[in-house]
Each structure stands twice: as C-alpha cells, then as structure tokens.
C-alpha cells in the first residue's frame, strides 16, 4: 500500500538518476541542481535512484513554461523557492493532521498511506480552488496599474506580534502553545481580511500584513489591539503601521516603510497601536479614530523616529 501511494505522489517508479533526469528533460544538470535547492530538497548523488517519470514532466513544463516567456528566465530560481516554500509548510501541516487522525485511531502506517490516498484528489481539488481564487483578487487589484507600478505600490503596511510570547513559550506546553498561535493566526486573519487586508506572512509570534488604504489598516489594528481580547481567550498585541512606497516581490514586501512599521512595533505598548507620520496625515480628519504625538526616539536605522498613538474613538 505504502509502495503504491508513493508512485501515486510522485508520479510513478523511482528510476532515474539526478543526470538522467536533465538529460531526458533537456535541461543542464547544473539548472536542475538549481531549481531542486531552490523548491527546498536535499541534494542527492549523482548515483542516486529517486527520481521518477513525474520529475522529468515537471522539468520540461517548467523549460516550456520560460522558453514561452510565462516567467522571467533570470527570476527562475526565486520563482522556484517561492513556490518551494508556501507548498512546502501546506504540505507539513496536511501530513501532521493525516498522522494525528491515524495515531488517534491506533492506526498502522498501511493506514495512513489509505487515508492519504483518498483525501488527496479532495485537498488538491481545494488547494486548487483557493489559489484561483487568490489569483483572481491579485489579477484584480494590478491589471488598472502601469508594468512600472506592479512592482512598486504604494500601501499600508502593518504588523502585529504577541506581547510576552517568549515567556510564554518557557511556561507553556505544546499543546498550550498550538492553541495559542492557532487562536492568534485565525483572529488575525479574519481581522486582515474583513477589512480588505492582505496577510503577507506570519512568523512565529508576529503577522506582517498591507492594505491599500490607511483607512483599512487602521481598522485592522484596532481589531487586533482590541481590549476585550483576552475575554475570548486571545493573546494581547502591539502593532505598528507605516505607510509609502513599497516593493513587492514574489508574495513578500520590501523597503523602508517596512522597516518603520517594525519599529514601530517594538516600540508599542501591550494592546497599543503606533503609526508612522503618512498614516497620522491620512487620520488626520477621520472622525474614526484617534491621534496623539508621542516624542521623537531613536531606533536602529532611524535617529529621530516621530510616531503617533493610535486608538478608535469613544
């Protein structure tokens, strides 16, 4: 059983050595190398029988797919590790709940390559749906845009990290631990995406998110610094929000504004929200909410960093 879901995953018979593999694909074996580091694999010996006849489609619908034009030939690799990396922690995460059903059934692992083989063709028909759906909302929101701002937008972006999460991690136990950040990154999420956000990454403790307007980050970050959080059993959170040119780049942002809103985390007080000068200037006349000026610091990267506390109003 075990030995047919394998070939079922992998498309077929482990029969091909890394060489052969380039070779049937038409694809220089130091590319090959390449790509397969970037999606996240160990490398393997020249001699090494493991790949199949699923690799070397894989191979050559990638070499069509460039020799098209549908990617960048200089972004392939990054191409290839962004994939890598998002399928990469989807794919974890399944197999752990796959196991955590079976070991609760006092199961073989006959059974879990059975259960597996059925949910499969389910899951992937999901994972499918979810990233057209996905790729709809992207296509939406950059196709009115210039090639110059594909790239390059500008938008608000925020973050929001758990208060005292390091002690916390040294007094909790796993299972404490899990159902914390499962709370944290479901109410997160729900909060980023009522009000038009965009979740980029959550890291450990900490959520980095956009939005286009200084409105919707706003009212982000009061739902997630709201008060009554801890009656629902959620952790207390800071965030920060700056705002201004930013560049995005295989799902992730980059630049100085990220930086800023950073900082301006670290700097927040438990279930406080900070923003930088160009979120306080949007605010500024929106009955919504509230500003006060706080003195100027400095940060590393920033001298004299100026920032505005930021609440809803009464």
Do not use: C
């Not at 979120?279 to 100027?296: C, G, K, N, T």
């Amino acid at each position: 059983m075990q030995r047919e879901f394998e070939e079922g995953l992998l498309g077929g018979q482990r029969k091909y050595t890394r060489l052969q593999v380039a070779e049937a694909a038409g694809v220089s074996p130091d590319r090959t190398h390449r790509l397969w580091a970037a999606m996240g694999f160990a490398s393997v010996g020249d001699d090494a029988v493991v790949f199949t006849d699923g690799d070397v489609e894989a191979l050559r619908v990638w070499k069509v797919l460039l020799e098209t034009g549908a990617f960048d030939p200089a972004a392939e690799v990054s191409a290839a590790r962004t994939i890598g990396q998002a399928v990469s922690r989807l794919a974890e995460w399944q197999v752990q709940e796959v196991m955590a059903r079976v070991r609760d059934a006092n199961g073989t692992e006959d059974d879990v390559a059975q259960l597996a083989s059925v949910l499969l063709p389910v899951i992937e028909g999901l994972q499918s749906y979810v990233w057209r759906r996905h790729l709809a909302a992207a296509a939406g929101r950059l196709l009115s845009e210039s090639p110059a701002e594909m790239s390059t937008q500008t938008m608000a972006v925020g973050f929001a990290d758990i208060v005292g999460f390091t002690s916390t991690t040294r007094h909790a136990n796993i299972e404490e631990l899990a159902t914390l950040l499962e709370g944290f990154e479901e109410n997160a999420a729900e909060a980023i995406a009522e009000f038009h956000g965009r979740v980029v990454k959550t890291v450990g403790d900490e959520v980095l998110f956009v939005a286009d307007t200084a409105v919707d980050a706003a009212r982000i970050a009061v739902r997630l610094a709201d008060p009554r959080r801890d009656d629902d059993g959620l952790p207390t959170l800071r965030v920060g929000l700056a705002m201004g040119p930013v560049l995005s780049r295989f799902g992730d942002v980059y630049g100085s504004v990220v930086n800023v809103a950073a900082r301006l985390t670290a700097l927040a007080r438990p279930g406080k929200i900070l923003v930088d000068r160009t979120i306080a200037a949007e605010l500024a006349d929106v009955e919504e909410f509230r500003l006060r000026s706080r003195r100027p610091v400095a940060v590393r990267g920033f001298s004299r960093l100026r920032s505005w506390s930021l609440r809803a109003s009464d």
